[in-house]
């Protein structure tokens, strides 16, 4: 199906929510405004899924749809029925330059200058070396390797990295042999993976990680002290179910990458910088700086010594920052509008447990990934997911918030039993050395058990009173 003939339908709904809601919602339930942000919230969702526009185009017209029909600087004929409900503007454009943005921008200066300067070429070739050459001890050095870098890099530039790296090893492989197709997949698996470990690893911890404020507040290190520990579980299962259900033939590897470190003061100051910003996120809980505030740190220093210049710019992700807005102005929208609690309240949380609703929320949340993309199904479950939180008393008296925001950030990133379920899984695929039947038959052990991991460590958490 071509986008336009996608777009239509999906319009044609959205126009007769937005004109004619009487015929949809109920009379006297949903204000102007929330039929409003609900008609918009159910665009995105459309949008989202059907992939009928790039996802970030969907972001930008979920602020335009906002500002221009849900604020207080609507048109006049629009304004008729909103009275004192209007949103605020201002706050709707804060999303494109909120702190969790400013957050991965700093991620991707980081990202920009370890190319630049072969940081992570040269960083791998060290790694690497102490694993030396047979099958199964390289398979796990390359799976830690990336979930390493991908706590703190783009997992799509994780995977072209190390795939790239990767590319002469295969050559020297027997491509008919079942271990070729597991050191394949171990990149995907490990780079989805390893972006749980921490906050900027993947946006949809960063969406989880921007309402954990206030009595909630959760540092960086906090986030890494119960997600790294699930990461390093999966990987290692991972890697022995690789090896499991796709045995190699031969026994050794040649796993030579040719390169050096450079020298000079802009590639000390790149080393410098990345250690010292790695550091003060990890220790935010003794400085007391804000995580969000240490990334300007990079972007800073790499634009004043001339690191990262104008030519570089152009290589940021810039479609991932504006995706990631879109998501935090219909969250926003969600809650000033006071639609998420309404919606949540229509729930009859009295008939499920704390524990139910937490585990339904994350298989939900891991099946809607599977088949969308992993920012797409965190923005729209986590405003929900934060409602939840609020309304259920025996999850809001232990740290729910936390808790069932953390759920759906980590269950995400569950979501990848299908090439199209996420970057590095296409990657790989388009390597043409596995299929979609290697991603199925993998993810449906992975995934399933994943949930089981992360709601267990969660529960546990609690139970010490960690959150």
Not at 113 to 126: G, M, S
Request: hydrophobic residues 55%; aromatic residues 10%.
């Amino acid at each position: 199906m071509t986008p336009l003939k996608k777009v239509v339908p999906i319009a044609i709904i959205f126009l007769g929510l937005f004109g004619f809601p009487e015929m949809v919602f109920p009379e006297g339930v949903l204000s102007i405004l929330q039929q409003r942000v609900l008609a918009i919230f159910i665009l995105a969702t459309l949008m989202w899924v059907s992939d009928a526009v790039p996802a970030f185009a969907t972001s930008l017209l979920i602020i335009t749809l906002l500002v221009l029909t849900a604020s207080n600087s609507a048109p006049f004929p629009l304004r008729d029925g909103l009275g004192e409900d209007m949103l605020n503007y201002v706050s709707i454009f804060n999303s494109l330059a909120s702190p969790i943005i400013v957050l991965f921008l700093g991620g991707f200066f980081i990202a920009l200058a370890c190319a630049k300067y072969k940081v992570d070429i040269n960083l791998a070739r060290v790694l690497l070396k102490p694993f030396g050459q047979k099958y199964e001890i390289v398979m796990l050095g390359v799976m830690i390797i990336t979930a390493t870098f991908s706590m703190f890099m783009s997992n799509t530039a994780t995977s072209v990295l190390m795939l790239t790296i990767m590319t002469p090893l295969l050559a020297r492989m027997d491509s008919e042999d079942p271990g070729c197709r597991a050191m394949v997949l171990s990149i995907p698996i490990a780079a989805n993976l390893g972006g749980m470990g921490t906050p900027i690893g993947t946006p949809p911890n960063a969406i989880a990680f921007r309402y954990f404020v206030g009595e909630h507040a959760l540092s960086f290190g906090g986030w890494m002290l119960f997600a790294v520990p699930i990461t390093v579980a999966m990987i290692a299962f991972s890697w022995w179910l690789l090896q499991k259900m796709y045995p190699s033939n031969g026994g050794h590897l040649d796993v030579r990458i040719d390169g050096r470190f450079e020298r000079g003061l802009k590639p000390y100051i790149v080393y410098i910088t990345i250690v010292v910003t790695i550091l003060l996120w990890v220790f935010s809980d003794v400085h007391g700086i804000n995580a969000c505030a240490v990334g300007i740190i990079p972007v800073a220093v790499f634009s004043l010594c001339g690191i990262v210049d104008k030519h570089d710019l152009k290589h940021i992700s810039w479609d991932v920052l504006w995706l990631l807005a879109g998501g935090i102005a219909i969250g926003t929208a969600l809650a000033s509008s006071g639609l998420a609690g309404l919606l949540v309240s229509m729930v009859p949380f009295e008939q499920f447990d704390a524990v139910t609703i937490i585990l339904g929320i994350s298989v939900l949340c891991m099946i809607m990934a599977t088949f969308m993309s992993h920012t797409a199904t965190a923005n729209l479950l986590m405003p929900i997911a934060i409602s939840m939180s609020n309304s259920v008393v025996s999850i809001a008296e232990q740290g729910g918030l936390v808790v069932m925001g953390t759920a759906v950030a980590l269950a995400s990133s569950l979501g990848m039993g299908l090439p199209i379920s996420t970057p590095p899984n296409a990657l790989a695929h388009a390597t043409g050395l596995v299929d979609t039947r290697d991603f199925i038959k993998t993810a449906q052990i992975l995934s399933p058990l994943g949930v089981l991991l992360i709601f267990s460590v969660l529960m546990l958490m609690t139970w010490m009173g960690f959150f």
